[in-house]
Nanobody
């Protein structure tokens, strides 16, 4: 079992930055991929970014160039640095763990409770 807890969300003005953290407890996640997803009110959960066990990364077009995902396996932490934030980035952000890197939310086995990100215009 893996437990995940997101933190770092908040209210920020457009153009600002936030760093989200995903802390894992329980079994190690060093051999797993970790993804970030987001869900705005009335919308489906959408892929944001993911990092595989070797550090390979993949980003959604909507955040590519503005966001960086990274991991610290020793600390069981995964980060999502988001810059140049836009009002359309407003959502609850979730981290999730899976064996392989995928953009499909239903393929992830473990999920956190989410952290709210609100970007004001």
């Amino acid at each position: 079992q893996v437990q995940l807890r997101e933190s770092g969300g908040g209210l920020v003005q457009a153009g600002g930055s936030l760093r989200l953290s995903c802390a894992a407890s329980g079994r190690t996640i060093s051999g797993y991929a970790v993804g970030w997803f987001r869900q705005a009110p009335g919308e489906e959960r959408e892929f944001v970014a993911a990092i595989d066990w070797a550090g390979g990364t993949y980003y959604a077009d909507s955040v590519r160039g503005r966001s960086t995902i990274s991991r610290d396996n020793a600390k069981k932490l995964v980060y999502l640095q988001m810059n140049s934030l836009k009002p359309e980035d407003t959502a609850v952000y979730y981290c999730a763990v899976n064996r392989v890197l995928t953009v499909v939310a239903t393929e992830y086995d473990y999920w956190g409770q989410g952290t709210q990100v609100t970007v004001s215009s």
